[in-house]
């Protein structure tokens, strides 16, 4: 198959304090999120100005692709399109087709299965397609990434870098944290062809960076930035309640690790870094977080690796990965398809 572009797609954040409510109503639009977690969180974008971090991330991640593929050989134009906020994928879609580009790889800001990880990016890249209309192109959703040592090892010298931080005397005491974002059970349930993909992935890649950035430590994967009505079950436990419990056991110390995420928005920067933090501070824990992949040149160059799998003859044997589990390129249409909503 020849391609003529690559399109990062990505969730999209608010960078105005007017453009917060309109952009939570985009992200919640059909999904039952009662009105007053949407007030809550609406609070931690102000706090910050209005201002996500996420959307400077992507231009940032969007220059250093260019760079990288201008640099190994790799012809092709890159665009960015958001699911949630400005630059919103069907303006981007507009423009590809406004360029002639009629069949595009899209590299989603997230590494694992699931709906809210892979289906929706891919019901949203259909729905700006179908905005366009019969001429928009073709636009393929690369592979997740999750086991691939060009997000795993970023993770991992990110872990090494936080533990540097903590108190060598305790490191019989520390603990690393791994967090993803919670997800209700019943999507978990149906994340990926067979059902449980998204926390099989998750706990297979906590298990690849514990091994290779401390393998002498314990490690949990745990969940945050629960939203929805309180009435639906969640992934549990979630990080604030887990620094509790470890703190009853006798830990004085954690690394905290978000590999369900590419960069440091606004769900590390405020659950993390200021939540989380607190809830540490007030058990008494030692809390460092670890960084994200961001634009660290490895994981740069992964999407190139990705790109390459599909575009050379012969791609699959280019695929470079460290875990175990199933493995797909392309999804099946059958596949996190979301639970039916009671009528
Ligand atoms: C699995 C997952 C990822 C990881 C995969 C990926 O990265 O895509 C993720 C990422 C993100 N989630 C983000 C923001 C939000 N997520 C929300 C709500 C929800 N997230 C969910 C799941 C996930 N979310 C779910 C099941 C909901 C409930 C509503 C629904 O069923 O869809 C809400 C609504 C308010 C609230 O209730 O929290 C907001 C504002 C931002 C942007 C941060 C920034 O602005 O910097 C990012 C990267
Ligand atoms: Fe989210």
Redesign the pocket.
């Known amino acids: 198959m020849a391609y003529d572009a690559v399109v990062l797609v990505?969730?999209?954040?608010?960078e105005r304090p007017e453009d917060v409510m309109p952009?939570?109503q985009n992200?919640?639009r059909g999904?039952?999120?009662p009105p007053e977690?949407?007030a809550e969180?609406a609070e931690h974008?102000l706090h910050f100005g209005g201002v996500?971090?996420?959307n400077q991330q992507c231009r940032e991640l969007l220059a250093a692709i260019r760079e990288d593929f201008a640099a190994n050989g790799v012809d092709l134009p890159v665009y960015w399109g958001n699911r949630?906020w400005d630059p919103m994928l069907a303006d981007t879609v507009a423009q590809l087709r406004d360029d002639g580009v009629t069949h595009a790889l899209a590299f989603?800001?997230?590494a694992?299965g699931?709906?809210?990880?892979c289906r929706?990016?891919q019901e949203d890249i259909a729905a700006a397609r179908a905005a366009v209309g019969p001429d928009a192109p073709v636009i393929e959703k690369l592979r997740q990434f999750w086991d691939h040592p060009g997000f795993v090892e970023p993770h991992v010298d990110a872990v090494q870098a936080a533990l540097g931080q903590l108190d060598p005397a305790r490191r019989d005491t520390t603990r690393l944290v791994f967090t993803?974002?919670?997800?209700?059970t019943s999507?978990a349930a149906n994340a990926g062809p067979h059902g449980g993909r998204?926390e099989a992935q998750l706990r297979e890649t906590a298990r690849l960076v514990a091994a290779a950035a401390a393998p002498d430590l314990p490690y949990d994967l745990v969940w945050q930035?629960r939203?929805?009505p309180p009435q639906v079950p969640w992934l549990e436990p979630d990080v604030n309640d887990h620094l509790g419990t470890l703190a009853g056991q006798g830990v004085t110390g954690v690394v905290v690790s978000p590999i369900?995420?590419?960069s440091d928005?606004?769900?590390v920067i405020w659950d993390l870094d200021t939540e989380a933090r607190q809830t540490a501070k007030q058990y008494g824990l030692d809390f460092v977080r670890a960084g994200t992949p961001g634009t660290d040149p490895r994981f740069v160059a992964m999407v190139r690796e990705l790109v390459r799998e599909r575009t050379e003859p012969d791609g699959v044997r280019l695929r470079r990965r460290l875990g175990e589990l199933p493995f797909w390129d392309t999804c099946p249409t059958v596949c996190c398809v979301p639970a039916r909503r009671p009528a």
């Open positions: 990505s969730f999209g954040g608010p952009f939570l992200v919640t999904r039952g999120v977690r949407l969180v974008y996500s971090p996420i949630n989603v800001t997230s694992y699931g709906y809210s990880s929706q990016y993803a974002h919670s997800v209700p999507m998204y930035s939203s929805g369900g995420f590419v928005h606004l769900e």
